[in-house]
């Protein structure tokens, strides 16, 4: 069974960075993109970066120059550092993956992990 697990979350103050990691475990095959997606309190989930299988990237306009999105191919992990963090980056990250398995295509997501931004 495929599994995503995120770490990295927590509580920081204004201006401090993050580092988010998402491990993806199971009977994998091939993983394509991966991502992150973030649900703000009363907010929907949004997409905040995603990174194809070979290395291209995206990012929300909100978090351009700020956020890097990163994988390691070997370890099935996605990274999402973030620096310059603002109270409104506050939400529940989630990690998001579409991966074969020896069950065929599916999209994964992860538990995810809580980011505070203090003022």
């Known amino acids: 069974q495929v599994q995503l697990v995120e770490s990295g979350g927590g509580l920081v103050q204004a201006g401090g960075s993050l580092r988010l990691s998402c491990a993806a475990s199971g009977s994998i095959a091939v993983i394509n993109t991966m991502g992150w997606y973030r649900q703000a309190p009363g907010k929907q989930r949004e997409l905040v970066a995603a990174?194809?299988?070979?290395?291209?990237?995206n990012y929300a306009d909100s978090v351009v120059g700020r956020f890097t999105i990163s994988r390691d191919n070997a370890k099935n992990t996605v990274f999402l550092q973030m620096n310059s963090l603002k109270p409104e980056d506050t939400a529940v990250y989630y990690c998001n993956a579409g991966i074969f398995s020896n069950r065929g295509y599916a999209n994964y997501w992860g538990q995810g992990t809580q980011v505070t931004v203090s003022s």
């Open positions: 990174i194809t299988s070979g290395g291209s990237t």
